[in-house]
């Protein structure tokens, strides 16, 4: 198979910009989302990353309606910490595309890109085949990992499990994180439903780790089915919180403390339960370290910028709605202690203040900024919002520069069904509401970031900051 491309004016080369190779993948096939694995693997076979897979790499694949992101980002960290080459494979990305595809913790580079990208659509052309933009990159993603050598691949679902393209994988050990109703249109509309199309990524004897306490039939069954071994939440292993710092961990064979990431612990402990139940060498010093230093932009992702305090979260459905709320109503009542003891230092520290000025201040609220792609339930996740103990004092809206996005007018719509105490302020574009919330808030208050992966790369970008 040869790496050149033939002479098609629209078709980029490996002298063409990333940019330019995105652009085009987002055209060559009919639609955005395509389930299936049979255009697929041809190509994969062509390019040899099944092969290189099975024989070379142990291989993690993480499937689930919420959690994905921070369970592949432990799994992958603590394998890189215990001195493995470590592959990640994560989707969508929030600023740029490298996001998506990391080689012991870095992004790679737009060159590698671009070559992987050359090599899939020369073996696309020779199959005949056309692919949609998700199976094209997570190819490319797949190819780079194969020719890098690495030891471990830790992949990421996009959609489902059991059509997805990094189903063309087998993985060594599996992860579900949780089963809930999001993606109806393609996976259904019932938890047995989608629990069938997540749990297509088991294999003949493998391990799976269940981070659930509530399993769907259809997930049983197929584990029964392919005799998988299953590690479940609250049966298998536990978790609990020790304090500010710490957190424990126990299962059949240990009971470890370990220090508290920056990440949800729900997500941690079905990470450490995948990574103890491989077979990989992974000891505590790794875990340990892989703790304190793991990050993930976007998930409880707490700032402090442009002299305010910032929360970003990804949550886009129900349940990461509620997730995120059981860990921000904590976060608040901290927010709050610190502000106060940060207040009364001032005053006490200033003879000249008077109490007037400290009787007059305002009291810290919370201001959301808010978006969200159109096939979402945006009411139930708006409902969970204001039904909440917080004091939301301003809602801040805008269209998210993408075609599903939700109009602005919309979102408003749906807000003012369910907001009673607080202000609406509808905006063109994200960055005007980032603009505005800024001005709108002083530094006692918590602006709240969430509704899609695309709000929260649109604000961050907006504030310039990395993520």
């Not at 204001?386 to 809602?395: F, G, H, Q």
Request: with cysteine; charged share 20%; proline share 3%.
């Amino acid at each position: 198979m040869s790496d050149s491309l033939p002479s098609n004016p629209n078709t980029p080369n490996k002298h063409s910009s990333l940019t330019e190779w995105l652009d085009y993948m987002q055209q060559i096939h009919v639609s955005a989302i395509d389930m299936g694995l049979s255009r697929v693997l041809p190509v994969a076979e062509a390019l040899g990353v099944v092969q290189s897979a099975k024989d070379d790499a142990y291989v993690f694949t993480v499937a689930g309606t919420n959690g994905k992101g921070s369970t592949t980002a432990v799994i992958a960290q603590m394998c890189q910490a215990a001195g493995y080459k470590t592959a990640l494979y994560q989707s969508p990305h929030l600023s740029v595309f490298n996001e998506r595809v990391r080689i012991n913790g870095e992004m790679v580079s737009d060159e590698t890109l671009i070559e992987a990208f050359s090599k899939v659509e020369a073996a696309r052309l020779a199959c005949e085949l056309t692919l949609s933009f998700f199976e094209m990159t997570t190819l490319a993603a797949l190819l780079i990992f194969a020719e890098a050598d690495c030891d471990v691949w830790v992949l990421e679902v996009g959609l489902g499990g059991r059509l997805d393209v990094v189903n063309i994988i087998d993985p060594d050990m599996a992860v579900i994180t949780n089963i809930a109703i999001d993606h109806v249109d393609w996976l259904g509309d019932n938890v047995e439903d989608i629990g069938r199309e997540k749990a297509g990524i088991l294999r003949d004897g493998i391990s799976v780790v269940y981070g659930a306490t509530a399993m769907p039939v259809s997930v049983q069954q197929a584990i029964d089915k392919h005799q998988a071994t299953c590690y479940q939440v609250g049966q298998d292993f536990y978790y609990r919180e020790v304090d500010a710092s710490a957190w424990q961990y126990s299962n059949a064979a240990v009971t470890m403390q370990l220090p508290r990431p920056a990440l949800s612990l729900t997500n941690t402990a079905n990470a450490l339960s995948a990574v103890l139940a491989s077979s990989l060498n992974v000891d505590s010093t790794a875990i340990e370290q892989a703790l304190q230093t793991v990050r993930l932009a976007g998930r409880f992702d707490y700032r402090e910028t442009h002299n305010r305090h910032w929360l970003f979260d990804v949550a886009h459905n129900e349940q990461g709605v509620e997730f995120l709320l059981a860990q921000l109503l904590p976060l608040w009542q901290q927010h709050l202690t610190n502000y106060n003891r940060s207040d009364t230092a001032n005053h006490s520290s200033n003879p000249h203040s008077s109490q007037k000025n400290q009787t007059t201040a305002k009291p810290a609220s919370i201001k959301m900024l808010f978006s969200m792609l159109g096939d979402k339930d945006i009411n139930k996740v708006v409902q969970h919002l204001t039904e909440a103990s917080l004091p939301i004092s301003d809602w801040f809206v805008a269209e998210i520069d993408y075609p599903r996005a939700a109009s602005t007018e919309h979102l408003q719509g749906i807000l003012s069904t369910y907001v009673d105490n607080a202000q609406i302020h509808e905006f063109k574009r994200l960055s005007e509401a980032t603009d505005a919330v800024i001005n709108a808030s002083q530094p006692q208050d918590l602006i709240v970031v969430c509704g899609s992966f695309h709000t929260i790369g649109e604000v961050l970008a907006a504030l310039a900051v990395d993520n």
